[in-house]
């Protein structure tokens, strides 16, 4: 049997949230850690998706809100790709229903003190009104939400690289964990930002169904395109990550060592990796049958043993807001974080999921988004591992 996360409501009285919180219970020692206490510096180390978890940022669904895809086509793209303008027809964009907000909050926080529970530093992105507009010679918008820090920031060795999301919402979402990243670069990290994208209209053509696609003038892309295996990355390009972008991560890590991107194309053409490939330890790799075939598989990963997911038991509750489509297919559900090789969180309601990684030594504890689909994000996204337990190696050789 599993062994079970705590996923009722924390009644912990946390910190307020108008500040970044950090939870501060001490942590094992992590690399160039361990002589210092929770209130030292150290740097970014995080190489893969799999090595132990030591140190982790929790999203949060405060102050969320969803921009208008009539008058902005990049919220359009990455909100609602999938749909025609007469089917988008009666979407308006406004505040997150307090609901979503309120149970969504309770599950990060019993979240975050769970994996606070079993020895992992625990960051938390401050509170922001998302609903304040930001703006652009070329566009003006609201944002969106600092549930998903998953997205933005991708972490390769000891270097943090801000990607350039082609989502106009959330330009400046990475300012939540600017302190933290400040804080890893003050104790040895790179801190890198790829180039502001102009995200201007002409960045997004429309497809042959009048819907916007992602253009190739100029990078853009999101950290959740990537996933980390040492020195091999793969990099999904689709609606939230071009072509271009590829190019430009790959000319930065050039500069930065050994590493090979692995270009992922004819998979999923909407917006993230996470819920169609994800790795659970050397040699072994969960797949979205309805995504990836046999020969889709990319070259590294086929002598991998794989676990080919089972379906998605959908945990739909209500939209983000009255009106609007849910923002994930029920495929979230396989939006997994791992804390090592050997023990996963998964979604407490995929029981087949979990009786397919327990049946390959994988240990599970189970633990509950009640609006995973409602806000887009599943386990791996409203989390981004700032400092795992392990070295770089390479998994491919």
């Given amino acids: 049997m599993p062994r079970t996360l705590t996923t009722s409501p924390t009644t912990t009285a946390h910190p307020g949230h108008d500040a970044a919180t950090v939870y501060t219970r001490p942590i094992g020692a992590t690399p160039n850690q361990a002589n210092q206490s929770n209130e030292g510096v150290w740097p970014a180390h995080s190489h893969d998706e799999f090595s132990p978890l030591a140190e982790v940022v929790v999203g949060t669904a405060r102050g969320a809100y969803l921009p208008d895809p009539h008058r902005d086509r990049s919220a359009w793209l ?43 530093r ?71 930002a790829a180039p502001k994208p102009r995200l201007a209209d002409d960045l997004y053509p429309d497809d042959a169904f009048g819907r916007p696609t992602l253009g190739e003038g100029e990078p853009a892309f999101e950290a959740a395109n990537v996933l980390r295996c040492g020195r091999d990355l793969f990099y999904l390009v ?19 060592g050994d590493y090979t991107v692995h270009p992922v194309r004819d998979v999923y053409r909407y917006t993230h990796i996470d819920s169609t490939i994800a790795l659970i330890r ?33 945990t739909a509750t209500i939209p983000a807001r009255a009106g609007t489509p849910l923002l994930s297919s029920p495929w979230i559900g396989m939006n ?59 998994y491919f050789d």
């Fill in 78 to 120: 990455n909100l609602y790709g999938d749909l025609t303008a007469d089917q988008l027809a009666g979407v308006r964009g406004g505040p997150v229903d307090r609901r979503v907000i309120e149970e969504s909050e309770d599950d990060l926080d019993a979240l975050a003190d769970a994996l606070t529970g079993l020895g992992v």
């Fill in 122 to 192: 625990v960051h938390r992105p401050a509170t922001v009104d998302h609903s304040r507009p930001h703006a652009t010679p070329h566009w003006s918008t609201p944002g969106l939400y600092g549930y998903c820090p998953r997205d933005l920031a991708l972490i390769v060795g000891s270097t943090i690289i801000e990607t350039p999301s082609p989502m106009r919402a959330r330009y400046h979402e990475l300012d939540t964990l600017k302190d933290l990243f400040a804080r890893h670069a003050s104790g040895g990290s790179a801190w890198v």
């Fill in 238 to 256: 689709s609606a939230s990550g071009n072509e271009a972008g590829l190019r430009w991560l790959r000319t930065l890590l050039d500069r930065f």
């Fill in 282 to 314: 050397p040699g072994l790799v969960v797949l979205n049958p309805e995504r990836v075939t046999d020969d889709g598989i990319p070259a590294p990963l086929r002598s991998w043993d794989r676990i080919w997911c089972p379906p998605m038991r959908d």
């Fill in 336 to 394: 997994l974080l791992m804390l090592s090789p050997e023990l996963a969180v998964v979604d407490a309601a995929q029981t087949d999921l979990i009786t397919a990684l327990e049946r390959h030594g994988v240990d599970v504890l189970p633990h509950t988004l009640r609006h995973a689909r409602a806000l887009g994000g599943g386990l791996h996204c409203v989390t981004l591992d700032t400092v795992r337990q392990g070295p770089r190696e390479s």
